[in-house]
């Protein structure tokens, strides 16, 4: 029987693994049997990929806690702010995949392992890892307005990239086929999602940080 203080690394760890092995798979499925420059075009496009870079802040996030408090990625991973912002991108990987991607796309063999590791397990993973093993009562309401930058990062990176090279990680984000204005309108509202998902997440983390004071008062 795990005692309740190994709980926390067991799931990191074996999720760690997981999410590690699901990005190495779709990285050696993306770039395949390729040569040359080819190799070094489809890892730019491999890291172009939201869902890519989200999991890999999942991945380190799982890691982070099982190396020595001392080292950097393990004082960085355990920000009670940064993991929630961890959260909002993958909970947002998933359901941005599930709803306006998985339809039109029906991935078989590794390929669909891969996937549904990455926009389905990890999501679900990480969720119950911050319900669970992280400290509540410490977010900020300004705090989601801050973890916009990662997206529009990514926004600009993606518009800069596929402008010059006319390719694209999703199809809703294709100025080639949408028009600039229509994308710019998706961005817009999917900034929008994030800021939302973002503020749910402060929000529920003050209710549960209430709860655990609440049930931890000494009766009268």
Same mark, same amino acid.
């Given at each position: 029987?795990?005692?309740?203080?190994?709980?926390?690394?067991?799931?990191?760890?074996?999720?760690?693994?997981?999410?590690?092995?699901?990005?190495?798979?779709?990285?050696?499925?993306?770039?395949?049997?390729?040569?040359?420059w080819a190799v070094v075009t489809r890892t730019v496009q491999y890291f172009s990929f939201f869902t890519i870079l989200t999991n890999i802040l999942v991945a380190l996030a799982l890691t982070g806690p099982l190396l020595k408090p001392t080292r950097p990625l393990a004082s960085w991973t355990s920000s009670a702010a940064?993991?929630?912002?961890?959260? /909002?991108?993958?909970?947002?990987?998933?359901?941005?995949?599930?709803?306006?991607?998985?339809?039109?796309?029906?991935?078989?063999?590794?390929?669909?392992?891969?996937?549904?590791?990455?926009?389905?397990?990890?999501?679900?993973?990480?969720?119950?890892?911050?319900?669970?093993?992280? *400290? %509540?009562?410490?977010?900020?309401?300004?705090?989601?307005? %801050?973890?916009?930058?990662? #997206?529009?990062?990514?926004? *600009?990176?993606?518009?800069?990239?596929?402008?010059?090279?006319?390719?694209? #990680?999703?199809?809703?984000?294709?100025?080639?086929?949408?028009?600039?204005?229509?994308?710019?309108?998706?961005?817009?509202?999917?900034?929008?999602?994030?800021?939302?998902?973002?503020?749910?997440?402060?929000?529920?983390?003050?209710?549960?940080?209430? /709860?655990?004071?609440? *049930? *931890?008062?000494?009766?009268?």
């Open positions: 029987m795990l005692r309740e203080r190994d709980r926390p690394r067991v799931w990191r760890a074996a999720f760690a693994v997981i999410g590690w092995a699901a990005l190495v798979l779709q990285y050696l499925l993306m770039v395949g049997p390729a040569d040359g940064f993991r929630a912002a961890v959260t /909002t991108y993958i909970l947002i990987v998933g359901g941005v995949y599930h709803f306006m991607i998985a339809p039109y796309w029906r991935p078989e063999g590794l390929t669909l392992g891969a996937n549904l590791v990455l926009h389905y397990v990890m999501p679900v993973a990480f969720l119950l890892d911050w319900l669970w093993f992280t *400290s %509540k009562g410490r977010l900020r309401w300004i705090d989601p307005v %801050k973890w916009l930058a990662f #997206p529009l990062v990514f926004a *600009s990176w993606t518009l800069a990239h596929g402008l010059t090279t006319h390719w694209w #990680p999703y199809g809703f984000v294709n100025v080639d086929e949408l028009g600039l204005a229509r994308v710019l309108a998706v961005f817009a509202g999917l900034l929008i999602f994030f800021l939302l998902v973002g503020l749910a997440l402060v929000g529920l983390d003050r209710v549960l940080q209430r /709860t655990v004071r609440d *049930s *931890s008062a000494p009766a009268l």
